[in-house]
């Protein structure tokens, strides 16, 4: 026999191989599913509900006595559940007649097989709405958390604690301590609540630690993305309009803006400073890139100068010195 007969005839012998090897473990194995069920590929949904109930029962394990029989039954019972299960769900037959009339596209049949059955029941649209819903709840309890855990901060800062007070003295809230000997005293719990009440009512806390707003959700801004990008889109179409080609001048809040890209801050980290600290940058007109180069230039010196002098630092600086990097505790007696 020539020798390309004979590894023609090697091939033919390993892919019917490969092939029994594949069919052997998806769908009904080497049996026919519908043989398995007494019915025709023609047969309806309600023959293949019908003819599955009468082959369970008549092999029910339950109804037959001895070890054996039992075994038997058993083993049988599952092969008809099986084919149940895969004829009776549309996409599943479909795939199980496309491999009947494809029989020799066995790969294609193990994929369709285990595509189905690999992929995550749940659908993904389901798990990016609880995922997403998640997230705001976190979003929302955390934002309060951190803003209840402020108010309780600046409730012990003297200066907040001591300008409340007045405050509450002034609206009736508080009694002076002078004038109220001999008449009835509030708890310190009262007298703290109190506090607290006009220090979140008088005290404009910014940045991270502000109010929770509705806005600030995944949701929220999820659903206003659309909105958020057309406005950004208009806002910078409207700059380069104004400030490059018209040459007017920046608005306070445009100077505010320019300072905080310079800085490199986030909004919040801006927000939260000093008021004299944001009314310092806009005397020194640091919205000016030259103004700002020469003032932070300025910062650098005096904070090398600082810490040059500080006792600290000098510390700092002789135990990296003698031992390099690595842990270190100040101690400030």
């Not at 409340?164 to 004038?179: E, F, M, N, T, V």
């Not at 703290?192 to 109010?211: F, V």
């Not at 180069?293 to 002789?318: G, H, I």
């Amino acid at each position: 026999m020539p020798v390309h007969m004979l590894i023609l005839f090697f091939l033919a012998c390993l892919s019917q191989s490969v092939n029994s090897q594949l069919l052997d473990g998806i769908y009904c194995g080497r049996q026919n599913c519908y043989d398995i069920l007494n019915i025709t590929r023609e047969a309806t949904k309600q023959e293949i509900g019908k003819n599955y109930r009468k082959l369970a029962k008549q092999f029910h394990p339950d109804l037959h006595k001895g070890r054996e029989a039992k075994e038997i039954a058993e083993e049988q019972f599952k092969i008809i559940a099986t084919a149940y299960e895969i004829l009776k769900d549309e996409e599943s037959r479909t795939d199980y007649d496309y491999m009947l009339d494809n029989p020799d596209q066995y790969y294609a049949h193990y994929y369709r097989y285990y595509r189905r059955r690999v992929a995550p029941r749940v659908d993904v649209r389901l798990v990016i709405v609880v995922t997403i819903s998640i997230i705001s709840i976190i979003q929302y309890y955390s934002g309060w958390q951190r803003y209840e855990e402020a108010i309780k901060y600046f409730s012990t800062v003297p200066k907040y604690y001591n300008r409340a007070k007045d405050i509450a003295i002034q609206d009736g809230l508080l009694s002076d301590d002078k004038r109220s000997r001999g008449k009835h005293k509030m708890s310190k719990a009262e007298v703290e609540k109190i506090i607290k009440k006009i220090i979140e009512e008088k005290l404009d806390i910014k940045g991270a630690y502000a109010k929770p707003t509705i806005r600030d959700l995944l949701w929220v801004q999820l659903i206003m993305c659309p909105y958020t990008i057309c406005a950004y889109i208009y806002w910078y179409i409207s700059w380069i309009w104004r400030h490059s080609i018209c040459k007017q001048p920046f608005s306070e809040e445009e100077k505010l803006y320019i300072i905080r890209k310079f800085l490199k801050m986030g909004q919040h980290q801006f927000d939260s400073q000093e008021d004299h600290k944001i009314q310092e940058y806009l005397d020194k007109e640091l919205w000016i890139k030259e103004n700002f180069d020469e003032w932070f230039k300025e910062e650098e010196e005096n904070t090398k100068k600082m810490l040059a002098e500080s006792n600290r630092y000098k510390q700092y600086r002789r135990y990296l010195k003698n031992h390099g990097v690595g842990r270190m505790v100040f101690d400030d007696s």
